[in-house]
């Protein structure tokens, strides 16, 4: 089952001389549970793609639908709503609100997103993320890669169609990124989420179930590297 399909996206920034392309053209599409990994070197068009598919930026010209939604089609408010309840973003930095503690940190797009606490999900997610005796903790009372677990835990809080992965393990020390990388894998092997990591590092992309390369703003190659996805 097809989860997300990007149809011909272009996105330019400036006009005339100065403009500058940043995708080219990109088309693909990604199957419900899949692991697919988007690599390319810097300036290829990766973050852009990220932003694009987050539904944080608009494309120039080109779709994308999440679970069958033409996600750029909806007016914003919608667009708010679609993007807490469909779409995890889990970044190199993690972004936590510093006067909030572990568990509301995880929580906190659900609160705001108006829906009831489900306290059941909550703790589950907490012991998959192994932060049961952290939950009162503020950010800056956790390591690097408790911060990053407590982000992951956010993205999945709300059971989105698709997790982005924006470069996350690019502030971590290599055994704490595996760490990130092994717990990202787990989610999607045992929760059958749908996971798009973005990341220059190929050793890492390669673990995923597809590669797709972005060069200069165009996808060059999408490669399988395990079947029966």
Do not use: W
């Not at 009162?136 to 169609?161: C, D, F, K, M, T």
């Not at 996971?195 to 190929?202: A, Q, S, V, Y």
């Amino acid at each position: 089952m097809e989860i997300l399909r990007c149809e011909h996206l272009t996105k330019t920034y400036g006009k005339g001389e100065t403009a500058v392309t940043a995708l080219n053209d990109v088309s693909f599409s990604v199957e419900k549970g899949e692991f697919v990994s988007v690599i390319g070197p810097s300036g290829s068009g990766k973050s852009t793609l990220l932003h694009i598919l987050g539904g944080v930026d608009k494309p120039t010209s080109g779709k994308v639908f999440i679970d069958g939604t033409d996600m750029h089609a909806l007016k914003e408010d919608k667009l708010a709503v679609f993007r807490r309840r469909q779409i995890g973003l889990v970044y190199q930095f993690y972004n936590l609100m510093p006067v909030l503690n572990v568990d509301e940190n995880i929580a906190l797009p659900h609160l705001l997103d108006g829906r009831e606490l489900d306290r059941e999900r909550l703790d589950q997610i907490v012991a998959h993320l192994g932060l049961s005796d952290r939950r009162e903790n503020l950010p800056h009372q956790l390591s690097g890669g408790q911060q990053q677990r407590v982000s992951i835990g956010r993205a999945l809080y709300s059971h989105p169609a698709i997790l982005l992965c924006d470069e996350p393990t690019g502030n971590l020390d290599r055994k704490t990124g595996e760490e990130i990388v092994n717990l990202l894998k787990e989610s999607n092997r045992s929760q059958k989420q749908t996971l798009l990591l973005i990341t220059h590092d190929e050793a890492l992309a390669m673990q995923a179930d597809r590669m797709i390369y972005l060069e200069d703003g165009r996808l060059v190659k999408n490669e399988v590297i395990r079947g029966n996805v």
